[in-house]
């Protein structure tokens, strides 16, 4: 018999930039293209500004890469109605059996040229949503009205926790039986093997043996809660003084967050890594007490279960996905957003007792280690992918 033709994919995101979603969806593709049944391409906008790229990483995979220079993380009107005209050609030329977009703008613009251009099968993935309580009501009610029409004619969303089914059917978008939780795919062979640097590293950043580490992972981005953070130290600095405070990540607020640590002479406390490449995380969270991810708007972040897979307890604000993973006493602390006193407190707890700050590590572990497996969600999307395609 003839072997079965492979089944074109188009997936679209609006920019490679070093963060979950992305990381993500590089993942998945990649393990999508190394099965027989389908053809992959990727198409993307430019990874502008100072967060880093993953762009040179998806050539080293060999992925079929396009690119929309007009494709940006911000409305441009222009620009937008261009990459629209660009992604509607693409798609009519490529003639993909499944169109699925990754991100806000990208599956706003990819999902109704897709439409359009009489794509059978469209799918989108949610790793966070556009409208949220911390933004402006009439910016919230423009996402969400276009997140309604494009659900009409999505055949699957995705969401990467129940949180995201469940703020979106809150407001009207989408059906019940369209969404389909897939967790995001970490890659665990980074995380549970390979080399240990933690010698290394320590003295590339000056952390002594006995220095309490507070970690995160997170650009350094607006409602991403660094502020949160800043709040707390100079306590924990008084009752911690060889407390250390690592910010892994780069982006548009770090002079901002150098120039208020100087205001408050905690330099000598904090650690900026800047960039570093994905692989490095699971060696960073090693060095770290306790990663605290006060963000107030995520749709699981990425680095919590990260955490947890390094058998290191978390504490976050308590929205959107955290309580998936975050078992509020037993895996981390979960607190109110904005709240500074409940964030000191959680900090404060698990750097005092450190056996209790292993025992949360350890459940977190168990909780966690299956979940996220990256083979595991190649595998959940292929077999919807072959339910799709029926």
């Not at 109605?81 to 003639?95: Q, S």
């Not at 080399?195 to 409602?223: H, M």
Request: with cysteine.
């Amino acid at each position: 018999m003839t072997p079965a033709k492979p089944k074109r994919v188009l997936h679209i995101i609006t920019r490679l930039i070093l963060g979950g979603a992305q990381e993500d969806t590089l993942l998945l593709v990649n393990g999508l293209q190394k099965k027989p049944e389908y053809e992959i391409y990727l198409a993307t906008g430019p990874a502008i500004g100072p967060e880093g790229e993953l762009i040179t990483r998806a050539k080293g995979y060999k992925i079929n890469l396009i690119s929309i220079p007009e494709l940006r993380r911000n409305i441009f009107p222009i620009k937008d109605f261009v990459a629209f005209i660009k992604i509607y050609r693409l798609i009519k030329n490529l003639r993909p059996d499944i169109l699925h977009t990754h991100s806000s703008k990208a599956g706003i613009l990819g999902r109704l040229a897709a439409k359009m251009a009489g794509v059978k099968i469209i799918v989108h993935s949610i790793y966070g949503l556009p409208f949220h309580p911390f933004q402006n009501k009439l910016v919230n009610l423009f996402y969400i009205t276009a997140e309604k029409f494009c659900a009409l004619f999505t055949t699957k969303l995705i969401s990467i926790a129940d949180a995201m089914t469940k703020q979106s059917l809150a407001v009207g978008v989408g059906r019940k039986d369209q969404f389909e939780t897939i967790r995001s795919g970490i890659e665990l062979e980074n995380f549970l093997g390979g080399p240990d640097l933690t010698d290394e590293l320590r003295k590339k950043y000056g952390i002594n043996q006995s220095d309490k580490v507070i970690g995160t992972v997170a650009r350094l981005f607006p409602l991403k809660g660094h502020e949160f953070l800043l709040a707390i130290a100079p306590r924990l600095i008084a009752k911690f003084p060889d407390v250390k405070f690592m910010l892994v990540g780069d982006g548009i607020l770090r002079q901002k967050i150098e120039e208020e640590i100087a205001r408050k002479g905690m330099e000598k406390h904090f650690v900026f890594t800047g960039h570093v490449k994905p692989e490095l995380i699971p060696h960073l969270i090693r060095l770290m007490n306790v990663l605290v991810h006060p963000s107030l708007r995520e749709g699981l972040a990425r680095a919590l279960p990260q955490a947890l897979i390094m058998k290191k307890p978390a504490v976050s604000f308590d929205l959107d996905g955290a309580g998936e993973v975050i078992i509020n006493g037993e895996t981390g602390f979960l607190v109110s957003p904005k709240d500074t006193n409940a964030l000191y407190s959680a900090v404060e707890t698990l750097l005092a007792d450190g056996a209790k700050a292993r025992v949360m590590g350890n459940l977190g572990y168990e909780l966690v280690k299956d979940w996220f497996d990256g083979k595991t969600m190649v595998e959940k999307v292929h077999k919807l992918y072959q339910k799709l395609l029926v």
